[in-house]
């Protein structure tokens, strides 16, 4: 059962108004190329150009921000290898508060610097997102930290909602938006803004065909936990849905798209040769999907979610050569 | 001598009307790493995202779109290797008028079929820019074509100068403005625009060092033909300034900075891992210049024009491995 007393209008309203001049109003971008050979418009929602390169800074500066005093001051505390950390980390830097960051014992040099050059203190445990759950648990309780978990809290949802309402402000007469799906606070949080704002509005989720938890649960109609997740998609290799942003999902999404790996990898290297924009992987699902997903969006004003851009530049260019039909030097925007 | 009738307020305004809703408006990004590495407040103007993935579109939509119906017609004519071409052939295809591309015999495959992709008609003449200029000069004559010539003609000054005017508007506190210059028709447009709209407000060209033809005749004064150009930065290999262009840069501009082709790369890296954004060689070059010439600009507002985005996935996978200091998958926006 949703609480959906959490999702009203003036919830999402404060969220908007909390990250007002902190989070970027990420620009709608367009490209010729792209749109033709999906048969349809696709305008591109850029939160890989947000702060710390992906939507996360939302949820977790709005977060951060609507706690109370005696809440905030302690510090706050999280489990996250990727993007949530770093803004977990510079939200927590922007309000003179601690972050304390649990990541795995094999984080790569590249993440643990990134994060720690926000001012978090980094603490390596365990291989598994459980272990690494477990153990902030159980230090927030001894420090008296305060939890903001990647997506388990609603206030967490409603940071990320307001790429939907800067959605409607920029693309008022866009009809399908696509989201990328791990966890599902950006999607969660987009399927309750839509319900409060443009109900409409058909959202999906899209996911690697080989992390496919949320299709299967979505489906089935119940959380369905996978074995594996081997996508080059970092950032969406959850096992299962979260169980915050499951039911919001289930009852307002119109589906869960898959892609393959080939065509994620097709997509990045789209957006970087024609749109000129840095897509990390997991950001790119989502014009994947409206790739491999056309003839379902015909015509139609479709929105494409490019979640973030942190990528190693050696996943850049294990992308090349270049498939056809994809010419480098060029732009068609 | 400039004729600084063809420069006025009302020429600027009647090409940013042309333009409006047909080039992009493009956005203004910050990346905080950037201006801390600068010591500056530096906003990069991003027309690696405007049509055909670079400024060209503007003063070559600009100059077809003002041309007489007689003039249009029987179809346009131009040289180019680059950008440019690309640029007039999708302006002309947006006019259905016939576009007419010289090109060298040299050319690489995806330039000539990127150029192709928007209509044009190609014809490969010779090798150096003098005598590819030479055979559209003849047939333009010969077939009653109208030549739009990359730099040399106020109206494509005009069209580039638009720039400007949207940077007044997006930025209006800024104090200085970094421009790449070439042939010199964006940095002459926007000299010519900054005299008319903000005078007070410090133009600054940026050059390669290996092909310092501008900074070298602006410090003399007059016109310096070099001999060479071997730089990474494609679009900026001119062996002197252009004519049109030259006096107007030399009344208005503050100084011509010089970049080595390692700060170049370093600069395209930057924006690539921290912007997110796809910058070619010579659009990197303000950015190169913002880094190198820190000293001067401390603690000012400036803007740095990323002025295209075309480039081939070899030249970028040829940047990595990562200069220090500059981690992978992270954004300080």
New interface residues.
Partial sequence: MVDWDSYRRPAFEKAQQLLRGVA?RT?I?RCRTLSEMAGCDVALKCE???????FKFRGAYAMIASLTETERSPGVITYSSGNHA?AVALAAKLFGTRAVIVMPEDA?G??L??TR?YGAEILQHGFTPQERQAVATRLADERGLTMVPPYEDPRILLGQGTVFMEILEQEPHSEVVLVPVGGGGLLGGICAAARVFRPQLEIYGVEPEVADDWARSIESGRIVRIATAHTIADGLRSLEPGKTPFPIVKEVVRGILRVSEDQIRRAM?LL??R??????PSGAVAVAGALAHSQRFRNRRVVALISG??????T??A????PSGC???????
Same sequence: chains 1, 2.
């Fill in positions: 970027h620009p971008m890989n150009l947000q702060k710390v390169g992906a770093q790569s590249v993440k610097s990134a050059g290297l970087l040769t749109a000129k924009l840095v897509a990390e851009g942190n990528v190693e530049p050696s850049l260019t992308l090349a050569p270049l010419p480098a030097d060029s732009s068609d925007r």
